[in-house]
Every structure is written in C-alpha cells, then in structure tokens.
C-alpha cells in the first residue's frame, strides 16, 4: 500500500491542545468526503482518527497523523511522542483508564478509545515503547471503491 | 414522522441556531454526557441529547455523523460553540427539562416506539 497511495496528507497534533481537539479528524472527514468515498467509510475513518487524536492530545507531547488513501483502502498511521503505554493489552481492555478528572469532564477517558479504534478498523496494529510513544496503524477497507 | 419541530416543541427548546431545517427528520435519540459513548454506539442520523455543552460536543457530533443536539437541564452553550454548529450545519436546542424528562417526553412524541439509547 505504501507506494500506490493516490492520496497522503500530513497532520500535526499537539499535547494537551484541547482547544484544536477534533480539528485533524474533521479535515480527514472532509477530505474523504471530498475523495467521494462511502458514507460508512468516512465515518468509521473519520471515529478512529478522533479517538487517536485525542488520546495524543491527552496523554503524549506531540504526535503526527497521517492519511494515506488507495484504491482499496484507508490507512491513518499515528505517531506519538510521550510516554507510552507500558501493557498495552491492558490499554486494549474496554473500559480500563488513565484519563483525569479533566479529561472526563470533557466527555472523554472513559477507556474505550483504543477499542473504538480497533471496533471501526479493518485491521489494526499497536506498538509502544515506555517513555518514548506510541504507534498506530489503522487500516479500514473501501470495499473495492475506485478513487 | 417526527421533526425537529416536534422535539422543539415537546421539549419547551429553544433552536440556538437560526436557520435550521425544521422538517428534519429525527429517527432515533442518543442520550450520554459521555463523548466517549457517542463515539462508540451511536447510531448515525440520530440526535443528540447531553448536559455537556463544551465545543467536544460539537467536534464528536460531526465524527459520528450527528444531526442534532439537545442541551438539557438549561446548559448553554458559548457563542463560539453555537458559531462552531452553524458552520457544519449542526441544529442546537436548549431546554431547561432535566435528562430523564427530556427523553421521556421524546419517546411521548413518537407513541413509544422510537429507537433510542
């Protein structure tokens, strides 16, 4: 997939910028909108993409997301910078968080961001480094939708 | 076929945001002050109802394909989160009804058989 994307971008996110919270998953939404693909597709791109991006803006330093689109696929790569997730089958477990008082009063931590991810992709695939970050790839397919 | 109008006007809301289409359909309800649940069960179309009214709502709205959004128990919104609404064509009302009272009289409209979570 790596070399026949007919469609990549690029998105910083910053930690702890709660203010631009959702800005990269609504511009992913758009532009896969915008690339005319289904409905379905969008929206399950465009949960994961949310969940990724806030659990950079909650937990990590900084992190990129980003948007490669083929023929037959979606794929949303997230690397972060920040301190990791120490067991990750443990962070893969619905409802288990380390999210503050704040972050719930937001709406969010309420552990089933990982999951979510892993509910809406095709396939997924973790990996985290204690005190350095984390890494993800989201693969959602595009049941065969020509671009 | 139950409207925004109907829910407006069986809920005592208020529309935040001028313009929005009255005769949208409402087809189902999701109720949660958690994001986080919106995310993970609600069903696409539906309309929102929630006690948050901070601009997360709006962004989490637009992921999951919300059409609608209900503050209840008189939480208001700030004008950059009404602002935020408008841009993506995201209807808003207020009511000053508490959650249970607020779903209650929206399953009232549709005689019980709305799908609603």
Not at chain 1, 107 to 127: C, Q, S, T, V, Y
Not at chain 2, 15 to 33: N, Y
């Amino acid at each position: 997939m790596a070399g026949d994307a007919v469609f990549r971008q690029e998105f910083p996110v910053k930690g702890g910028d709660f203010a631009k919270a959702g800005a990269v998953a609504c511009r992913i939404k758009d532009l896969l909108k915008e690339l005319g693909l289904d409905a379905p597709i969008v929206r399950r791109a465009a949960i994961a993409s949310y969940e990724a991006e806030m659990n950079v803006i909650m937990y990590a330093w900084e992190g990129r997301v980003k948007l490669a689109v083929s023929p037959g696929e979606v794929r949303i790569t997230v690397d972060d910078k920040g301190p990791g997730i120490p067991d990750v089958d443990l962070a893969m477990t619905e409802g288990y968080s380390t999210a503050t008082p704040e972050m719930r009063e937001l709406g969010f931590g309420a552990g089933m961001g990982l999951p979510n991810i892993r509910k809406n992709a095709d396939a997924f695939r973790i990996e985290s480094w204690a005190g350095r970050g984390t890494h993800l790839e989201i693969t959602i397919h595009t049941n065969g939708h020509q671009l | 076929m139950i409207t925004l109008k109907d829910i407006m006007t069986g809920i005592n809301g208020e529309l935040l945001t001028p313009g929005s289409p009255l005769g949208l359909e409402c087809p189902a309800v999701f109720a949660s002050d958690l994001m986080s649940d919106v995310l993970t069960s609600a069903e696409p179309g539906s309309f929102l109802l929630t006690g948050l009214a901070n601009p997360h709502v709006i962004s989490t709205c637009s992921v999951a394909d919300m059409a609608a959004v209900v503050f209840v128990q008189g939480k208001r919104p700030g004008p950059e989160v009404v602002e935020q609404a408008r841009a993506k064509g995201l209807p808003l009302i207020i009511t000053k009804l508490p959650m249970f009272e607020a779903c209650s009289r929206i399953s009232a409209l549709f005689g019980g058989r709305i799908h609603g979570r």
